[in-house]
């Protein structure tokens, strides 16, 4: 049993920052990898960032350089700087949990608006 609870989202000028928090609760449990992944209306979800649990990275495109992704034990964490109007979308945090004999489970956070004005 896995539940992840995310936090950060909120309004911003162009310009502005902001840090998105995500921890995983439960017991009993491995995780392979944790991200972030957006939406915005009548787009197709995204991964924007994602981290092992080795500490390797990546990230799309369109955020690198402005965005970093960042884990300590079982939370993830997203800065977000220099944000641009096309950064807004819901964004979900995202666990991948590894299952005895090879097998691997995604969940997901409720998600959290990110709004930036231009």
């Known amino acids: 049993q896995v539940q992840l609870v995310e936090s950060g989202g909120g309004l911003v000028q162009a310009g502005g920052t902001l840090r998105l928090s995500c921890a995983a609760s439960?017991?009993?449990?491995?995780?392979?990898?944790m991200g972030w992944y957006r939406q915005a209306p009548g787009k197709q979800r995204e991964l924007v960032a994602g981290?092992?649990?080795?500490?390797s990275t990546n990230y799309a495109d369109s955020v690198k350089g402005r965005f970093t992704i960042s884990r300590d034990k079982n939370a993830v964490y997203l800065q977000m700087n220099s944000l641009k109007s096309e950064d807004t979308a819901v964004y979900y945090c995202?666990?991948?949990?590894?299952?005895?004999?090879?097998?691997?489970?995604?969940?997901w956070g409720q998600g959290t608006q990110v709004t930036v004005s231009s």
């Open positions: 439960g017991s009993g449990f491995s995780i392979n990898a």
């Open positions: 995202n666990a991948r949990i590894r299952y005895p004999w090879d097998m691997n489970r995604d969940y």
């Open positions: 981290i092992t649990s080795g500490g």
